[in-house]
């Protein structure tokens, strides 16, 4: 697989209130997935906004796109899902997956574990019929070229993908950052040291080393249309 065969779907966007913002301002956020035909079979990365109660409704103003519609804007159907993988379980990121009963879905243990507690998340887009948890401890190659690292951070049970293509790798880093400019900044502070920059430094999130390992070309968000290149 090459790079450009990584392909981006719009599953809707929600107004974020002012209060979660740090900047005083409401704004207006994308949910974005992604999907790419692997060598572990067709992979789809969050699948878009669920449906929540009234509270949280009224509090994120979703607009959806539904799981369906999305895919078919690219070619691509339900039937064609083979294993869905979700950078975390917070409602914006699994409301197509009651929609992929059958299939693996990757996930963290750890974050399997948070969503079964109270007021994390919808508990229906959990729990469904023919839901089937693949429960991951930590870093995991599941075909070749395909690896699902934690990123925990947002939420401890954070991960990301990683798709090492002909032409170079790249990461499906979902909300691990909410915007690409704190990716590089993040990135930054891991090369701080080797830059030859001297204490005192920014600390940086202790698995970005890990994830330049791999010599991104690509970096993708799942709040932030912009994308990070090296
Ligand atoms: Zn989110």
Redesign the pocket.
Known sequence: MRIEDVTRLELGTFVRPAEETGTGSARVETVLGYVARTPAGLLLFDTGLGEADHDTEAWYRPRRVRIEDALHTVGLAIDDVDLVVNCHL?F??IGGNPSLGGRPIYCQRVELDTAHTTDYTVPQLVDFAGARYELLDGEAQIASGVHIIPTPGHVDGHQSVVFECEDGSIVLAG?SHDTASAWSADALAARAPALGHEQPLPPASPWMSRLLEFDPKRVVF??DAAVWIP
Request: charged share 15%; glycine share 0%; proline share 0%.
């Open positions: 917070h914006d990121h909300q799942a709040h």
